[in-house]
Every structure is written in structure tokens, then in C-alpha cells.
């Protein structure tokens, strides 16, 4: 078997930012039983299991929001739990009681050091079947009230975060107005209306603390109207990505057919790929002319089948979702935030961490698309560096930290092992180690065999690598 030769670019480099593999957290009502799952309503704190394996996940960013903050007051989930406010999951259907909001998600972030970004009620997005959804019921979030949950999270004299016993700021840096703007998702605020409305929550917010990070919405074609009105007062521009059924497969990611032919399968998977490159390269080509930066705050695959797909739970879905970050890193010279996955819940299979419910049936455990986010984030630099490589043979990026190399590879056969020569990248290459997961591409996770996704750790006594079939890898080196 030949050899592919790895050449890494040095000149060619830029930062690369921590938050390329960010969990989004949204109450799903009785779709996915989601963030009720994760919490103790006995003891009222987070489920202690749920604890353990996200401090395992260890996420650079947790996102709080989705559809639900289009109708979500920040006001009735503070302080006392015997004083929190219910209230209807419009979206999602059924009652939220609010158990988890801005102290417990402070609190969280804290325990795990991660960065916390907080999606406001931007006017419902200009829905009033979520600002009014039944007669009495007043979902509708104005500028003013983003304006004091800033404060609540990061003045240090915020009068009733004092009352509520906490006497340090949470100091939440980053926020997006809104979720999801325009006709593409539904009939809401057309462009001019969405820049009009996000600037006047931009200046509110920033009266309560002028050194936020603020996303805006950006999707569905508002890219020309909103940065002609807000200019440099928002620091990112976001949108979402949903990954479909292929163009001209052979239907095998709908519903069960997946089980019928491992080959089929993965053949679709790999035509998946080139619509998301071609979705993020689309986005760009409206914000790179103007400097503009963005944040994928939604991401996942979109299957039709049992929620949402359970071939989730494959390790084909594993390569797929590794050779995504890639991508995604591979647009990192514009894309600050980024996630593939949802973060937990009970049912839905696009989640990075599946949560047993009750009586427990086996363990808590990180779905194929959670180990992936976990390897190449856990093994990762600050720059970015350009990566020379046949991608049809094995899929490659490279970041540094210091002198430390990281190379993130994906197997794009699941047949045939790649033979890495490494003898060619950039100074002199020490101390070689690869953390691989390899399964076969049929191999599903669920809560009895957990540890199988677990990488491997293989020290390199030589400037060569075997990436083995199906496989994904992390590889580290010192750069002499």
C-alpha cells in the first residue's frame, strides 16, 4: 500500500478559536425529555451522573436557547426554587418549570470552566403565534428586559443577584439576540425589521455592559441589510446548519434503511459532506468582503427516521461527524463558534450525550458524534496551519500550541487502512503519539458499552501512522 505524504504549510496559519466544538442546551419539552433529565428534583441541583460525563465532555462553550428563547423570560428561572415560574414549552409542547436557569447554568459553567453564551428574546423574532400563544399569556421579550439579565449576570451590584446569595458576578461574555430570523424558518421579522429590532437591543445590552460579545442573526439572506444598519456593533454573525439526505444516493439515511447495506450507508454519508462545505462557503462569501466574522450556533444532521434517526448511533456517523469538524476547521479563518450536535436529552439522537431515564438502564453516555467533539477538542492548538494532503485518501487538518503539532485525521474508507508517511512535516518531529478510535462502521453505542468509544493511545517510534479503516485520530508530536 502506498503511502500518503502529510506537508504542513507553516506560512500559511491563523488563530483558531476555542470554540469550535460548543454544546447547545434548550429545554425540548416532550419531544426530548433534554434538560430535565440532567436535573435532581429531589435534591434541586444537577444530576450527579450528568455532571461527571459533561465534566468528561468538558465543552469550551454551552449554548442556552434555541426556538425556546423566543418565548423564554430570564426573570421567572432565578433565584429560590419554590419561587420559579412555569412555564408553557409552546414549541416543544408541555410545561417547562424553570428548575434550570441562569444560577444553575452560572453554576455549571463554573464547575466545568467553561464560557457560557446566552440567547435573549429578541421580540419573539416577530412571531405573535410564540409572543401570544394563548389568550393571557405574554411571551414577547423586549430590549429592556436582555438589557437586565446582562446585569444580573455581570454587574457586581446587581441588586437581585445580591438578594439571591450570589455575591460574584457571573461575568457572561458572550450573547445572541435571537435564534433563528426570517422565512426561511418561519414568517417573522423580514431583514430590515430584524437589523432595526437587534440594534436597539445591541445598545440596551451594552448600556448594562459595554464589553459583551454580541451575535447577531445573519441566515436567510439579512447579511446585506443588517450589516449596513449595525456596522461594527456586533461582534458575530450567526447561522444555522442542518445536515439532509444526499442528492443521488441510494435513500439509505432514511429511516431504517441504513441497517440494510453498511457500504450504502456510508457512501451517503460521504455525499452529505460537500453540501455542509458548500452551505459554510456560501455564508462566508457574503461576510468575507466586509471583515465580518461568524458562529454556527445550530448544527446536525437531519435524518427522517426514529428520532431523527437512530444510525446517529453508528460509528460511521462517528467518521462523518470527525470529517464535519474538519470542515469546519478548515473555515476556522472566519468561523469563530461552531457545533455539530446537540448537547443531551433522553430521545433524539443528533444529542452529544444521551441521559438514561428512570429506573436507570445502564450509564449516562457521549453518542459517536460526542467522542469525535471530545478528541479533537481535547487535543487541540490556538493557530491553525494549512494542511497539503490527498483528502480522498485521508482527511487532515493541523493546528499548533507552542512547539506542540496536532493532527486531526478521519479514514474516508472504511475498508482500507491509510498508511501516513509524517516525515515531511514542517522542523523535526519528537515524541509521536496518536489517541485513535477505530470500530467497525455498523458498531452502535448505547448505554452497556460506553467504553468501547474510547481512544486508544499509540506511541509513533517512527514519523509513520496507520490510520486504521473507519477510523478517526488524534496525532501529537513535539516540533524540535
Known sequence: MCSIALKIDGSRSHSLSPYLSMQFMEPLGTSDSSVDAAWDFLHDCWDAEFVSLIEELRPPMLRWGGCFASYYHWYEAVGPQSGRVPMLNYWWNGMYMNQVGTDELAWLARRIET??????????????????????????????????????????????????GFKEPFNVKWWQIGNETGSKYA?????????????????????????????????????????????????????????????????????QNWRRDPDETWQDLALTLKPIEDRI?????????????????????????????????????????????????????????????????????????????????????LMPVGHVMKLFSHHQGDEALAVDCDLSRVDATASRRGNRLYLHLANPSCVDSAVL???????????????????????????YNVDALEPSKVILPSPRYVLPAAGVAVIEGTIA
Open 187 to 255: 414568517k417573522g421579522y423580514n431583514a430590515e425589521q430584524t437589523a432595526e429590532v437587534t440594534e436597539r437591543f445591541v445598545k440596551a445590552m451594552r448600556q448594562a455592559d459595554p464589553t459583551i460579545k454580541i451575535i447577531a442573526w445573519g441566515d436567510d439572506g439579512f447579511g446585506p441589510a443588517m450589516m449596513e444598519r449595525l456596522g461594527d456593533s456586533v461582534d458575530l454573525y450567526a447561522f444555522h446548519s442542518g445536515y439532509g439526505v444526499p442528492k443521488g444516493g441510494h435513500d439509505a439515511l432514511k429511516g
Open 115 to 164: 464560557e457560557l453564551l446566552l440567547v435573549v428574546n429578541m421580540e419573539s423574532e416577530g412571531r405573535h403565534e410564540w409572543a401570544y400563544p394563548k389568550p393571557g399569556v405574554n411571551r414577547f421579550g423586549t430590549a429592556e428586559e436582555a438589557r437586565d439579565w446582562v446585569d444580573y449576570c455581570n454587574n457586581p451590584n446587581n441588586p437581585l443577584r445580591l438578594k439571591h
Open 421 to 447: 508517511d509524517l516525515s515531511y512535516l514542517h522542523g523535526q518531529l519528537e515524541d509521536l503519539v496518536a489517541y485513535e478510535i477505530a470500530l467497525p462502521s455498523t458498531f452502535e453505542v448505547d448505554g
Open 281 to 365: 462557503a456560501s455564508i462566508r462569501s457574503v461576510y468575507e468582503p466586509h471583515g465580518k466574522r461568524l458562529a454556527m450556533t445550530e448544527g446536525h444532521y437531519c435524518l427522517p427516521g426514529r428520532n431523527r434517526n437512530d444510525v446517529l448511533s453508528s460509528w460511521a456517523v462517528g467518521v462523518a461527524y470527525a470529517r464535519i469538524l474538519n470542515i469546519i476547521a478548515r473555515h476556522s479563518d472566519i468561523l469563530d463558534i461552531a457545533t455539530t450536535a446537540d448537547f443531551c436529552g433522553t430521545r433524539w439522537f443528533v444529542n452529544a450525550m444521551m441521559l438514561q431515564s428512570r429506573p436507570r438502564e445502564g450509564k449516562h453516555y
